[in-house]
């Protein structure tokens, strides 16, 4: 990733809703025209640190994947405070790598008490792809 990140504190007043769909999976094309949700746990090594070279599995284990609900689905991105920055493209594992740690090394430099937890949203805007990254601070 070659150009500015753009990354925002955002506060989520109310949760998202997402059904589970385990078939889903965060990187493959997005060949349905639907939003999605991926919840990923960052190890505890790299999860804290400054000083990381990101790579495909700096993201972690993958905790859930699902469709957006129209009711209160099985899980939700929590209403709270996140760090937040988006691309109007697809991303592979390794850009989303890197933006996920950018987003990381900004909370760290801003002194924000991170989580583990990154949360991957893909949704489509007037028929174009939408890319969000939501990590979580306290």
């Known amino acids: 990733m070659n150009r500015l990140l753009n990354i925002m504190r955002?506060?989520?007043?109310?949760?998202?809703?997402?059904?589970?769909?385990?078939?889903?999976?965060?990187f493959a094309p997005a060949e349905r025209r639907q939003e999605t949700l991926?919840?990923?746990?960052?190890?505890?090594?790299?999860?804290?640190?400054?000083?990381?070279?990101?790579?495909?599995?700096?993201?972690?284990?993958?905790?859930?994947?699902?469709?957006?609900?129209?009711g209160t689905g099985g899980f939700a991105l929590p209403a709270g405070s996140y760090l937040f920055a988006q691309t109007r493209e697809e991303l592979g594992a390794k850009e989303a790598a890197l933006m996920a740690a950018e987003i990381q090394k900004e909370g760290l430099w801003e002194?924000?008490?991170?989580?583990?937890?990154?949360?991957?949203?893909r949704l489509f805007e007037h028929g174009a792809i939408v890319t969000q990254l939501f990590r979580p601070f306290r």
Request: without cysteine.
């Open 111 to 121: 002194k924000r008490a991170l989580t583990d937890s990154l949360y991957l949203r």
């Open 10 to 26: 955002l506060t989520l007043y109310a949760p998202l809703f997402y059904d589970r769909d385990d078939r889903l999976s965060p």
């Open 38 to 70: 991926f919840h990923f746990e960052i190890p505890q090594e790299q999860a804290f640190s400054i000083e990381l070279e990101p790579d495909a599995g700096y993201l972690g284990t993958l905790r859930f994947a699902g469709t957006a609900s129209a």
